[in-house]
């Protein structure tokens, strides 16, 4: 007589630690990192938070564009991370400005670092807020101009390992099978190499509206943020943004979009799109100083209750971190990704009400301990740190 046990599925007990290994597996097979599965994850029929109160400390970052090494340095200089890329930072919130993709070759292994160091923070009272910029939106609309081949190749390797996770699912009859993110999709594309063709539908699949890493990572990204005077954004705010549409409605139509709550095909809103776009805007991040509105801004700042100064990336700085119209446009973007122009990280830091100042790698701004003297860089009024490139010890 057979035996009724073999009838059962192997698993039938375990579906969900078994879901937990492949995923964990699969992370690390990509990543290099272990990320357990999260115990709390994001509820997202919850808005996401747009207006925080004044941190005690907060470090802003500008544009990484797939710079995984640059990254680390940012962090270090703030005193964030330690020598194993742990989280040091106690109740520091981190600002990253966006730009994580594109003109790099490390995008996913940064999205997985941000992802790790946002649930250390989150244990040691931190916080961390990431942001899109007009390059996750382009990505998800499937504008990928600007990759480089290996990062067209970090998505291979995505697609290898998560389609192996699926299979491995799939021998579990316990287990609900996970949808095909591949669905639909060409099998090649015309007059594309095969190696890029494979790495472009693998990137299509991860990133478009409802894609398996679009929505793990960047449907958690705001696309505009308010930490007590501070307004954070990409490229700028003009009052149509604020009044017509709202900071938080256009937080949770961008994020209800990259979820795919248009279809997988859907473009992204209107304001995130066009030259006068959130995302794109460069009337106040302009390189040159006297392309800036300062009229205008002013305007849009009247408009934000609270709001003292608004804190950009998008556009190269090549002096570094600067601030003009009185320091109510900031700029962070320092172009350091070796896909840029391999500048010199600088950071952005607040310290409760205080005046922001320059965290800065540059050489060429360090002080011997004779001229602690705060300094200004000329004509913009951000104070550069007191002795060379510091460290900060924060306690949680």
């Given at each position: ?29 990509v ?10 994850p994001?509820?997202?029929?919850t ?7 004044a ?11 797939g ?16 020598g ?21 070759d490390?995008e ?28 996750e939106i ?9 990759v ?20 491995m ?16 999709l ?14 472009f ?5 991860a ?19 308010v930490?007590g ?28 979009w ?22 794109w ?6 390189e040159a ?19 003292k ?9 090549r ?32 310290n ?9 790698s ?5 002080k ?7 300094e ?18 924060v306690?949680?």
């Amino acid at each position: 007589m057979e035996d009724p046990r073999r009838e059962e599925p192997p698993c039938k007990e375990i579906p969900s630690l078994l879901s937990s290994f492949v995923d964990t597996f699969v992370d690390f097979s990509v990543s290099g990192l272990f990320l357990l599965p999260d115990q709390n994850p994001d509820d997202h029929s919850t808005p996401l938070q747009t207006r925080y109160p004044a941190a005690t400390r907060l470090i802003a970052i500008g544009d990484i564009h797939g710079d995984l090494e640059k990254a680390r340095q940012s962090l270090r200089l703030a005193g964030l991370v330690d020598g194993s890329d742990k989280w040091v930072g106690g109740s520091t919130m981190l600002v990253q400005i966006g730009d994580v993709l594109d003109r790099g070759d490390h995008e996913l292994k940064i999205l997985y670092f941000i992802e790790k160091l946002r649930r250390e923070a989150a244990r040691a009272g931190g916080t961390i807020v990431s942001m899109n910029g007009n390059h996750e939106i382009m990505n998800v609309e499937g504008d990928f101009r600007f990759v480089t081949q290996k990062g067209v190749e970090e998505f291979s390797i995505w697609a290898d390992w998560y389609r192996l996770g699926i299979r491995m699912k799939s021998l579990c009859s316990g287990l609900e099978k996970p949808e095909d993110p591949f669905e639909g999709l060409p099998s090649g594309f015309k007059n594309v190499r095969k190696e890029y063709s494979d790495g472009f539908r693998a990137r299509i699949a991860a990133l478009r509206p409802s894609g398996p890493i679009s929505t793990r990572f960047l449907s958690k990204n705001v696309t505009v943020a308010v930490v007590g005077g501070s307004v954070f954004v990409h490229g700028g705010l003009l009052s149509d943004h604020v009044v017509n549409h709202g900071l938080e409605k256009m937080n949770q139509e961008v994020r209800d979009w990259i979820k795919g709550s248009k279809g997988r095909g859907a473009p992204a809103p209107s304001y995130c799109r066009r030259a006068d776009a959130v995302v794109w805007l460069r009337s106040f991040s302009h390189e040159a100083a006297e392309r800036c509105d300062c009229e205008t801004l002013e305007h849009v700042l009247g408009t934000i209750p609270g709001a003292k100064r608004m804190i950009m990336g998008h556009t190269i700085q090549r002096l570094g971190i600067n601030g003009v119209c009185d320091d109510r446009a900031i700029r962070i973007d320092v172009g350091m990704s070796k896909g840029c122009i391999n500048g010199l990280p600088e950071v952005l830091e607040i310290n409760g009400d205080s005046k922001p100042r320059i965290l800065t790698s540059n050489p060429a701004h360090y002080k011997s301990p004779a001229e602690a003297e705060p300094e200004k860089r000329e004509g913009l009024g951000l104070l550069l740190p007191e002795h060379g490139p510091k460290q900060v010890q924060v306690k949680a």
